[in-house]
């Protein structure tokens, strides 16, 4: 699957801060995690941490899947408002899912202190009405959000202008959002669980599965077998190898890097901004003062198609940024393109799947992949040492039926 094209800022200014060795032997361990990007790697560190030996294997260069295109927003604002997914899933399950992107940002906060303090931010968050009809259901979402216990408030249009300088009829202010780095942040996991003892492999595709009583053998393209107790699958976006395909829906996203200002901060305490507006576009800034500026997805995967767009794309995301800061000189440096998946509900799916014994899903479906990352890392740790977790279900593959 072609998953990103273009220039994803992350990548022109790290490069390949660490390489890895391709696997060239068979081996034996009690877990593989397939898939090396943000959600591999984090799935990886929560093993190593609770003392499991693993082996992480991935087909491409690592981080070179969706990880490297990512714009890195940490919110635990899912796609699916607080108040539309309790009507779709229950006020409890609902409420829950906020409660743990939440809590994961806390969590990829610490991860990040221990590995490298820059790879985090605190940021608060503001999500805009688009239009006034926006206003009521935003406003009711903002009540819920406060009633749950998330630090939230409600600005209205004259607050909107004070603090932005631009039109708009409403907002929910959150103190609850950060960014990070996740292709480099997947570097930092990986070489802290290396220097703990496990092992990375990078291009080296995993082609087939066979599965028997006690684990699996993952036959790789090179030839080498891996023999495992347990399987992790954190293969992003190209899970539909191993799943139906209704079970995500498919789209293509640009974003935009500007040139650096000498000076910050563009806007108002540079908050991570998004709208409600569908496509959706977000903006946030970066510690070398550039804005960054995302979203205009099309319901599709076609990376021609996809790839053609980026200089529409491009001036029409800038264009974005001028019409609400007039006063930025928002010159585009870098722009990129990639694909990203939802679900029906914005949920990901987290743990077993009846087909594949052995096997536990790792996946961040939906725009805050990162967070959904960090949840499914704690659910399938838990899983893989055989202890039940609370929250499985909300995640589970069988959550559709019945
Ligand atoms: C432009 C863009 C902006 C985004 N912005 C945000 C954002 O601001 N905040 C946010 O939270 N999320 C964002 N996302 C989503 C986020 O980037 C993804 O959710 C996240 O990167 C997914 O990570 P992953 O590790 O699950 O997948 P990937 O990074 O794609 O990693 C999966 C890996 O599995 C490997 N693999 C697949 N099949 C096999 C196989 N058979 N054998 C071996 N390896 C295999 C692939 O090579 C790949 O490296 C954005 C996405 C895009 C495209």
């Given amino acids: 699957m072609d998953l990103s094209s273009g220039l994803p800022l992350s990548l022109i200014q790290n490069g390949l801060p660490h390489v890895y060795p391709k696997l060239r032997r068979d081996i034996r361990t009690p877990v593989t995690v397939i898939g ?29 899947g969706s990880t490297c295109a990512s714009t890195s927003l940490l919110q635990y604002e899912i796609d699916v408002p607080l108040t539309e997914l309790s009507a779709k899933i229950g006020k409890a399950h609902a409420q829950r899912a906020y409660e743990l992107c939440a809590a994961s940002i806390g969590a990829l906060e610490e991860i990040s202190h221990k590995l490298d303090g820059s790879l985090f931010r605190h940021k608060e968050s503001l999500l805009l009405a688009s239009y006034k009809k926006d206003v009521t259901w935003l406003e009711a979402e903002c009540k819920a959000r406060r009633a749950m216990g998330l630090e939230v408030e409600w600005w209205d249009a004259a607050a909107v202008k004070k603090h932005m300088g631009f039109e708009k009829p409403g907002a929910i202010w959150s103190a609850t959002a950060a960014q990070t780095d996740a292709y480099l942040l997947t570097h930092s996991l990986h070489r802290h669980i290396i220097s703990k003892g496990a092992q990375v492999y990078d291009r080296t595709p995993v082609k087939d599965i066979r599965f028997s009583k006690t684990g699996a053998e993952l036959l790789t393209a090179g030839g080498p077998v891996i023999r495992s107790r347990n399987i992790v699958i954190a293969t992003g976006y190209e899970t539909l190898q191993y799943l139906p395909a209704h079970v995500v829906q498919l789209y293509s996203t640009y974003a ?6 000498e000076s910050g901060p563009a806007w108002y305490h540079d908050c991570l901004i998004w709208e409600t507006k569908t496509p959706y576009l977000y903006m946030r800034t970066t510690t070398d003062n550039r804005v960054i500026v995302g979203g205009r997805d099309e319901a599709y995967y076609n990376p021609h198609r996809r790839d053609k767009l980026i200089k529409t794309k491009t001036r029409q995301l800038q264009r974005d940024v001028h019409a609400r800061f007039p006063h930025l000189d928002f010159q585009p440096e870098f722009a990129w393109a990639g694909t990203f998946g939802n679900t029906q509900d914005g949920l990901p799916y987290i743990g077993g799947y009846r087909k594949m014994p052995h096997t536990f899903f790792a996946l961040g479906f939906g725009g805050n992949g990162i967070t959904f990352s960090q949840t499914a890392a704690e659910i399938v740790c838990s899983l893989i040492q055989g202890k039940k977790h609370p929250d499985a279900g909300i995640f589970s593959f069988d959550r559709f039926k019945g």
């Fill in 36 to 64: 090396a990007g943000i959600s591999g790697a984090l799935t990886a560190y929560a093993l190593v941490n609770a003392g499991l030996e693993c082996v992480v294997v991935d087909a491409r260069t690592a981080g070179l």
């Fill in 256 to 261: 935009v890097a500007g040139e650096h200002a």
